[in-house]
């Protein structure tokens, strides 16, 4: 793989900013991405979560689920540790459009009414993140300054 891509996926800022949002981000993505991919906090699972899915237009169910699940699980687990923060950004950037457009959307704002808000917000982490990159204390960080 070319080096200068290596090094622009992976530089990023000294800043502690960005830990701010990894943390409580990548601990959110990976209990909902739990909840798809292995049932765990009350979820339904691939089975369960991929004919969910399937109801709502998401075909092949199985397959979205274990999509949906693997970005928000491994880019959770991803930005929460900082390694690759930018790729698995984008990916969970994507996760939350198909989120809020398949599901909320037609709901409105708010989450009592099982809104978009909760998503629009994690959207607006993830893009940031996206930008930002994982900042001075991510695996990015330590491998970025390698490259140089």
Known sequence: MNASLITRLLVTSNSLAP????????????AHGGQKLFGAFGGYGLEGTGQWMASIGLEPGYLMALL?????F???LAIL???LVRPAAAA??????V???????????FMSNNGYEFGLALLAISVSLLISGGGALSADR??????T
């Open 142 to 147: 330590v491998l970025s300054r390698r490259q």
């Open 74 to 76: 491994f880019g959770g």
């Open 19 to 30: 830990l701010a949002l990894r943390i409580p981000a990548g601990i959110i993505f990976m």
């Open 81 to 83: 540790i900082g390694l």
């Open 68 to 72: 949906a699940g693997s970005a928000e």
């Open 92 to 97: 969970l950037a994507f996760a939350m459009l």
């Open 99 to 109: 989120a809020i457009f398949a599901v909320h959307i037609g709901n409105g704002l």
